[in-house]
């Protein structure tokens, strides 16, 4: 069955750096747009940035433009996602999804498969 699994989260200071891996099976990541999403307590779901396999265009909120860098490597069948300046904002869960077409959408109903999460806690 279609699978993914968030890792890489943890406990980092404000300025640290965090490396998201998101590993997918059954399907490849390369024929879907693939996104990450997050959700600290209280708060809506928000996509952060998502890679689409048209020209592997990759798209970020504002609030994470030059701080995120999103990646795909489709022999590993994983999406990376790269946070650096971290800020105690970021803290939330962090969630991949896949698209359900080759695009991507901030909207999270455009994601059909979700991975169970990896929490990102930045504090000293």
């Known amino acids: 069955q279609v699978q993914l699994v968030e890792s890489g989260g943890e406990l980092v200071q404000p300025g640290g750096s965090l490396r998201l891996a998101c590993t997918a099976s059954?399907?490849?990541?390369?024929?879907?747009?693939i996104a990450w999403f997050r959700q600290a307590p209280g708060q809506e779901r928000e996509g952060v940035s998502c890679?689409?396999?048209?020209?592997?265009?990759?798209f970020y909120v504002d609030s994470v433009e030059g701080r995120f860098t999103i990646d795909r490597d489709n022999i590993k069948n994983m999406v990376y996602l790269q946070i650096d300046s971290l800020k105690p904002e970021d803290t939330a869960v962090y969630y991949c999804?896949?698209?359900?077409?080759?695009?991507?959408?901030?909207?999270?109903?455009?994601?059909?498969?979700w991975g169970q999460g990896t929490q990102v806690t930045v504090s000293s």
């Open positions: 999804a896949r698209n359900r077409d080759n695009g991507c959408s901030g909207d999270y109903l455009s994601y059909d498969y």
């Open positions: 059954v399907f490849a990541v390369g024929y879907y747009g």
């Open positions: 890679i689409s396999t048209t020209d592997g265009r990759r």
